[in-house]
């Protein structure tokens, strides 16, 4: 399993959201309160931040814990940004590829996590294979349950599917394949987020700014948090929220994504 974050909102240094709150993301990547599967999450970390100006967003990772890496604290102390995804890892495998299986993954302007597992892995996913173009299967970011998730999502996306259909989609899917499996992902163009509630916990917060974070679990004791039922696709930009069961979505003629 795996915590992440994604923050929507007004600029600020990346250490007001990963590491200054009480239970902020390097406090949970050793101690969290809502994971319900693994204690520890030190098999990787990483962040992506937007840019003004640029689309693109840039990341940093590692594939140790967050906590034993100094240069974090100096890259959150003077990096600020208004649109940033984070994730600290507890591996499937551990040890597989290093920081390439560490989340954020990315491609063009999109930043992706998955918090979870595919179950039977990686047996139950193989004759999902045959959705993805060849291509895509020999340029897997990592040999890694998460890696294969983010390209199914990913081909999706570049066939011109919205993000709440194509996670829904895509959750359904593996879902089908391997039904044990524990499904939260995560995705940002920088200007919305998309996340899905399947098999974890899952959270957010709309607040004053306009900004809004989705996480998997609160990073404070703020009244502001709600939770998101299992089973559900939150959309959300810096000034709206809704969530919509993956049911619904995935039973629907599928969305279109206007660029």
Known sequence: MCRHLAYLGPEQPLKHLLLDPPHSLYRQSWAPRRQRNGTVNADGFGVGWYA??????ARYRRS???????????????????AVLAAVRDATLTGADAEAAAAPFASGRWLFSHNGAVAGWPDSAAPLVSLLPPVDVLSLQARTDSAFVWALVLHRLRSGEAPDY??????????????????NLLLTDGETVTATAWGDSLWYRAEPGPAVIVASEPYDDEPLW??????????????EVRLDPVEDLVSAPPKEHCT
């Open 64 to 82: 140790g814990p967050i906590w034993a890496d100094q240069s974090l604290l100096d890259l959150a102390r003077v990096v600020r940004s208004g």
């Open 52 to 57: 003004d100006g640029d689309p693109a967003p």
């Open 226 to 239: 709600r939770e998101v039922p299992d089973r559900t696709v939150v959309t959300a930009s810096r000034t």
């Open 166 to 183: 194509a996670l829904a989609a895509t959750v359904r899917q593996l879902a089908e394949a391997a039904p044990a499996s524990r499904l």
